[in-house]
């Protein structure tokens, strides 16, 4: 048992109002319609374009082309050339976004609450509504296209949907995995071509055929995964609530989650993050190897830096380097003037510096690697 392991029944975290989705993305998004001048009515509106939004709320940051894209509160899409100066783009409905994706330099598209989904052909200049379920009212986490057309939805209560139409329309995908109704929060491709689904409560599954089936997989953990990324062919690391993470080498050799496996969970109706003096909820399972971690920080965003060096971004300021020989987590030396009082979501690496995303707004870092 780690130190972090023996402390963890001292730290546990014993408030059941710090749900998953209190520290998803470190903070409260659910409370975005409590807040004052945003609209509750069942039809959509467009995003203010507003003063210093660099420095609102963001969730994600991807690329597109040759420029950076960043969503987040508010409908907020920022544009940059540079990760430094940010240009707000017009956005047709205000509701948070929580992920930005594209497959192309110009095609992609933008997820979040109220069942938003947002398309855009020419790099995040303009962008289209294409779904809005607000009488739904809750988030969309992930999506992932194939290609202009085909492409996959996941978000809360289990939803997973497939659209063939390039996000014009979505059908639910029908599978005995998501039974239980987990809220999806990252959906990643690895090198193979399979997919790796993480969610709340220890939730993995997996798909060789790009989702039309899914196989869940035993977890060594019972907490939140908010996420995931592709080691070589065939691997990943998971990393989540309380900054757990874990790498597997190969995933076809992961233990596979048996029937009787779920119905043991179902009875025991463990919740992590309302339990005080549990049980470790870590495990040992096969396949799946812990990165020990003297951090308590959760963990909500990661990348890959061209060496393959994975960076994870969480809570109160932590960037943690993954040294997957060790099976360790170390804190990251930032530059003096980072802003580490605030949650990082998500970053991506800029040559010598990181672009990272958070409570504060959008932030560049000098970082030492």
Same mark, same amino acid.
């Given at each position: 048992?780690?130190?972090?392991?023996?402390?963890?029944?001292?730290?546990?975290?014993?408030?059941?109002? !710090?749900?998953?989705?209190?520290? !998803?993305?470190?903070?409260?998004?659910?409370?975005?319609?409590?807040?004052?001048?945003?609209?509750?009515?069942?039809?959509?509106r467009p995003a203010v374009?507003?003063?210093?939004?660099?420095?609102?709320?963001?969730?994600?940051?991807?690329?597109?082309?040759?420029?950076?894209?960043?969503?987040?509160?508010?409908?907020?899409?920022?544009?940059?050339?540079?990760?430094?100066?940010?240009?707000?783009?017009?956005?047709?409905?205000?509701?948070?976004?929580?992920?930005?994706?594209?497959?192309?330099?110009?095609?992609?598209?933008?997820?979040?609450?109220?069942?938003?989904v947002l398309g855009t052909?020419?790099?995040?200049?303009?962008?289209? !509504?294409?779904?809005?379920?607000?009488?739904?009212?809750?988030?969309?986490?992930?999506?992932?296209?194939?290609?202009?057309?085909?492409?996959?939805?996941?978000?809360?209560?289990?939803?997973?949907?497939?659209?063939?139409?390039?996000?014009?329309?979505?059908?639910?995908?029908?599978?005995?995995?998501?039974?239980?109704?987990?809220?999806?929060?990252?959906?990643?491709?690895?090198?193979?071509? %399979?997919?790796?689904?993480?969610? *709340?409560?220890?939730?993995?599954?997996? %798909?060789?055929?790009?989702?039309?089936?899914?196989?869940?997989?035993?977890?060594?953990?019972?907490?939140?995964?908010?996420?995931?990324?592709?080691?070589?062919? %065939?691997?990943?690391?998971?990393?989540?609530?309380?900054?757990?993470?874990?790498?597997?080498?190969?995933?076809?050799? #992961?233990?596979?989650?048996?029937?009787?496996?779920?119905?043991?969970?179902? *009875?025991?109706?463990?919740?992590?993050?309302?339990?005080?003096?549990?049980?470790?909820?870590?495990?040992?399972?096969?396949?799946?190897?812990?990165?020990?971690?003297?951090?308590? *920080?959760?963990?909500?965003?990661?990348?890959?830096?061209?060496?393959?060096?994975?960076?994870?971004?969480?809570?109160?300021?932590?960037?943690?380097?993954?040294?997957?020989?060790? #099976?360790?987590?170390?804190?990251?030396?930032?530059? #003096?003037? #980072?802003?580490t009082d605030i949650n990082?979501?998500?970053?991506?690496?800029?040559?010598? %510096?990181?672009?990272?995303?958070?409570?504060?707004?959008?932030?560049?870092?000098?970082?030492?690697?």
């Amino acid at each position: 048992m780690t130190q972090k392991h023996e402390r963890s029944r001292v730290c546990r975290i014993g408030a059941a109002t !710090l749900g998953v989705v209190s520290v !998803l993305f470190g903070t409260l998004v659910w409370a975005q319609d409590d807040e004052v001048g945003i609209d509750t009515t069942l039809e959509p509106r467009p995003a203010v374009i507003a003063p210093r939004s660099e420095s609102s709320l963001l969730l994600d940051i991807t690329r597109a082309g040759d420029h950076y894209v960043v969503v987040g509160q508010r409908g907020n899409i920022l544009l940059s050339a540079d990760g430094t100066q940010w240009k707000q783009v017009p956005v047709p409905n205000d509701a948070t976004l929580t992920r930005v994706r594209f497959v192309d330099a110009n095609t992609g598209w933008a997820i979040g609450y109220d069942g938003t989904v947002l398309g855009t052909t020419d790099g995040g200049e303009h962008w289209t !509504l294409l779904q809005h379920d607000a009488a739904w009212g809750k988030p969309y986490y992930d999506i992932h296209f194939f290609d202009a057309s085909t492409g996959l939805l996941a978000g809360a209560n289990g939803v997973l949907k497939r659209s063939s139409d390039g996000g014009m329309s979505w059908q639910d995908i029908d599978t005995d995995a998501l039974e239980d109704g987990p809220n999806l929060y990252n959906l990643i491709t690895l090198g193979d071509g %399979s997919l790796l689904l993480a969610g *709340e409560r220890g939730f993995l599954a997996l %798909s060789g055929d790009r989702g039309e089936t899914w196989q869940r997989l035993k977890s060594p953990y019972t907490g939140s995964f908010f996420g995931a990324l592709p080691i070589n062919p %065939s691997g990943a690391v998971i990393f989540g609530l309380r900054g757990n993470a874990f790498y597997a080498a190969d995933l076809a050799q #992961a233990a596979i989650l048996t029937p009787e496996d779920v119905e043991a969970m179902r *009875e025991a109706a463990f919740d992590p993050e309302a339990a005080t003096g549990a049980a470790n909820p870590v495990s040992t399972v096969a396949g799946w190897t812990e990165l020990a971690s003297d951090s308590f *920080e959760s963990l909500f965003g990661g990348t890959l830096t061209a060496d393959g060096t994975v960076l994870l971004f969480g809570m109160n300021g932590h960037v943690m380097q993954a040294d997957l020989t060790q #099976a360790k987590l170390s804190r990251l030396p930032l530059d #003096a003037n #980072a802003n580490t009082d605030i949650n990082m979501n998500a970053g991506l690496v800029a040559g010598d %510096s990181l672009i990272v995303v958070g409570t504060s707004g959008v932030q560049r870092l000098h970082w030492s690697h």
